[in-house]
């Protein structure tokens, strides 16, 4: 189970799942409960969109796409819907199709665009470089600390929109601002090894399974965290024994712990209703 650790691109591939799934799954907690799942993905493609685009122009590639992702992070922070006919969802989901329709239209005049389109998806995270993962680990390190240091206040305000008091925000919260550039921030890197639905995967599914098997948040966060290091440790593993395709391979795993949760959570609450 442990062979694929004697390839260092194995190890590298590893060490940046680690660190992006670890981040993303708590960041995901939040996105849960906040009820904005579209958020990763249509930053994710917001994100593969300035790939595209830096490609299209032959500049820019690493530039242009943090560029994009951090004004649509700066935009969906200041989206508050107030007719109750509408859903926050319903308008980040425009965005992420929008985005998509740009990103494809853009790849299709490239000389290799269904590869291209494939990686945009999946990634490509067993190239990954040695300098790319100390930047990663250096940009996620920050955005944990300040998870960290004020994490009461990030707690409230998801708590704020669990309760649906998402009205009281008003149209520009520091809070939900840092929020949403964290976010960004943490997406644009982790897309650029991940690609959009490992990123996805990560951000949801742990948060997800972790709410389904715990009420308490420190327990949940905990969970997701420890579901995010299992699916990739397992993922990577199938990858290198069976020749899958890595990026599939961790989303593949993280789709059967959701199923298994999902089945302890019903059995769970059946064993509580069955009268003594």
Known sequence: MFEMFQLPFMVQAFEVAIITGLLLSYLGVHVVGRGIVFVDLALGQISSLGVAFAAFIGTGLTSIPLIFTLVGALLMSFINIR?????????????????????????????????????????????????TIKLIGIIFACIALMHIVFFRK??????????????????????????????????????????????????????????????NYTVVVIIAMVISILASFLGLNFSFHYDFPAGSSIVAVLGGIFILSSLISIITRLVRRKPA
């Open 83 to 131: 007719d109750k006919r509408l859903k926050q969802e319903a308008i980040i989901g425009i965005l992420y199709a929008f985005a998509s329709a740009l990103t494809v239209l853009l790849i299709s005049k490239t000389p290799h665009g269904d590869s291209d389109i494939q990686e945009v998806l999946f990634g490509n995270i067993l190239s990954v470089s040695n300098e």
């Open 154 to 215: 990030f707690f409230a305000l998801t708590k704020s929109f669990e309760n649906g008091e998402n009205h009281l925000v008003g149209l520009f919260n520091i809070w939900n601002f840092l929020f949403y550039i964290s976010i960004g921030l943490a997406i644009v890197f982790a897309v650029r090894v991940n690609g959009v639905i490992p990123v996805f995967s990560f951000l949801i599914i742990p948060a997800v399974s972790a709410i389904l098997l715990s009420k």
